[in-house]
Nanobody, 121 residues
């Protein structure tokens, strides 16, 4: 499956962005979809995931209550709505597709190219 992430940008603290990840090549609903992020000088970290049918989601503690993941199976797209953004959310955000409900990078087989999110204070 091929993944194309988009929607990043520069936003002030407290602002919002919505990231999109369009999938192609295989049956979208076969995959758990996840978002990870990597800040400069840091390792890639788990942000959130959504199950194949969209019925189950999971978030890292630092984004709970601010970020929402969703998927539109008809459009083969997963979204990440990010509200009340903070400077520490600044990172390159990656979408990923996998076969398990995992929070580790190695559990995802397919990756998008990443989209930059920069939050100014």
């Amino acid at each position: 499956v091929q993944l194309q992430a988009s929607g990043g940008g520069l936003v002030q603290a407290g602002g919002s962005l919505r990231l999109s990840c369009a999938a192609s090549g295989r049956i979208f609903s076969d995959y758990t979809m996840g978002w990870f992020r990597q800040a400069p000088g840091k390792e890639r970290e788990f942000v959130t995931l959504i199950s194949r049918t969209g019925g189950v989601t999971s978030y890292t503690d630092s984004v709970k209550g601010r970020f929402t993941i969703s998927r539109d199976i008809a459009k083969n797209t997963v979204y990440l709505q990010m509200n009340n953004l903070k400077p520490e959310d600044t990172a390159v955000y990656y979408c990923a597709a996998g076969f398990t409900m995992g929070t580790r990078s190695r559990e995802y087989a397919y990756w998008g190219q990443g989209t930059q999110v920069t939050v100014s204070s």
